[in-house]
């Protein structure tokens, strides 16, 4: 897989092998509300404050905040599952193209996948730093890889939006 | 008919004392082992503007201290930064300021 931008700002990831291409796609799921673990969940919606006596604030939070923040992932969500339908292919590998306009979502999307996926491997540092290559057969091994090709691609969207 | 202005001065004695203790609320993002440094740096200075060595600077804090207060001042505007901060996802919380 490779990385260009174009002179009309445009984000392409080419050469994409459809093993690659799945997980790529497997995103909108990886963020899907109603599929996120407790943990996930947990630390998509933190809550506003740790402070023992502040309950009123938390429970206000709750009620007026949180759904702004599900409609905003919301948002971002049809904006990623818009872009992977128009996914190319060509002798085999595939094409995705992001728009600059679309390009915040993406990295708002990419950064929530890794989260959820991170979440559900418990924040385990040690897994999460290994340099080991994952074996992608295992579901945690598959969850590494994600979280790595994700930023991967997260990283390539930020230095040129920089 | 003549109508006529009051002009008295109404004291709200609770109201001022509340005000006058309010501490002021602090923005702390903490220290995750997944956001990348180059996101976090990115959404600080989108949220506070913050040049790019100032963001870098908060960056750098949260991942060697765990934390970083970003900002401090009256609740309202700190809600709405721990709201921005939250929608890109980070871990910004709010918390009552010593400073």
Redesign the interface.
């Known amino acids: 897989m490779d990385f260009s931008f174009s002179r009309a700002k445009v984000f392409r990831f080419r050469k994409i092998h459809p093993l690659l291409a799945e997980f790529i796609r497997s995103i909108p799921d990886t963020i899907d509300p109603e599929q996120l673990s407790d943990e996930a969940q947990t630390?998509?919606?933190?809550?506003?404050?740790?402070?023992p006596d502040l309950d009123t604030?938390r429970s206000e939070?709750k009620a007026y905040?949180e759904p702004?923040?599900q409609e905003?992932f919301r948002s971002t969500r049809e904006v990623v599952v818009a872009d992977l339908k128009q996914m190319t292919e060509s002798k085999g590998l595939l094409e995705l193209q992001i728009s600059p306009a679309h390009a915040e979502a993406w990295?708002?999307a990419l950064?929530?996948a890794?989260?959820v996926l991170?979440a559900d491997l418990g924040?385990d540092?040690k897994i999460?730093?290994t340099t080991e290559a994952p074996d992608i057969t295992t579901e945690d091994g598959s969850r590494v890889f994600r979280?790595n090709l994700f930023?991967f691609m997260?990283?390539c969207l930020?230095?040129r939006?920089? | 008919m003549i109508l006529t202005m009051a002009t008295e001065t109404i004291e709200l004695p609770e109201l001022k004392e509340s005000i006058a203790t309010s501490p002021p609320w602090a923005v702390v993002v903490h220290n995750d082992p997944v956001n990348l440094m180059s996101y976090v740096s990115r959404v600080f200075r989108e949220v506070f503007g913050y040049s790019k060595q100032r963001a870098e600077k908060h960056m750098l804090e949260v991942h060697k201290k765990g934390r970083s207060i970003l900002w401090s001042g009256e609740r309202e505007r700190a809600e709405l930064y721990v709201q921005q901060l939250q929608s890109h996802l980070l871990l910004a919380k709010l918390e009552r300021s010593s400073e």
């Open positions: 630390r998509i919606f933190p809550g506003v404050t740790d402070e604030m939070w905040v702004d923040l905003h990295l708002n950064n929530q890794r989260l991170a924040f540092e999460l730093t979280l930023a997260q990283q930020i230095d939006m920089d």
